[in-house]
Nanobody, 124 residues
Framework: QVQLVESGGGLVLAGGSLRLSCAAS????????MGWFRQAPGKEREFVAG????????YYADSVKGRFTISRDNAENTVSLRMNSLKPEDTAVYYC?????????????????WGQGTQVTVSS
């Protein structure tokens, strides 16, 4: 099993920045990718960003490309999401996730482990 704990959510004005962190523990060696998803009220959970543990290769949803940056610290088993130029439509609960899939994936059902989520609210 892998345990994921997010931190860093909060309330920010539009145009502001936030940094989310995710601490992974347990059988992290069984995971190849870490990622962030988000879910707004009444909407489905959607992929935001992903990163491969081994080489740090990243991929993003088009809606956040150029504004969000995902990074990892292999020594600390942590993954971060730096969010700049935030918009009201970025408001959601953000979830850290991990997958044992060796291929990059944006489909939630392909991710094996999930954190409890952290609220991000962007006010206009």
């Amino acid at each position: 099993q892998v345990q994921l704990v997010e931190s860093g959510g909060g309330l920010v004005l539009a145009g502001g920045s936030l940094r989310l962190s995710c601490a992974a523990s347990g059988r992290t060696y069984s995971t190849y990718f870490m990622g962030w998803f988000r879910q707004a009220p009444g909407k489905e959970r959607e992929f935001v960003a992903g990163i491969r543990w081994g080489d740090g290769n990243t991929y993003y949803a088009d809606s956040v490309k150029g504004r969000f940056t995902i990074s990892r610290d292999n020594a600390e088993n942590t993954v971060s999401l730096r969010m700049n130029s935030l918009k009201p439509e970025d408001t959601a609960v953000y979830y850290c996730a991990a997958t044992g899939s060796t291929r990059s994936t944006v489909v939630p059902r392909n991710w094996n482990y999930w954190g409890q989520g952290t609220q991000v609210t962007v006010s206009s």
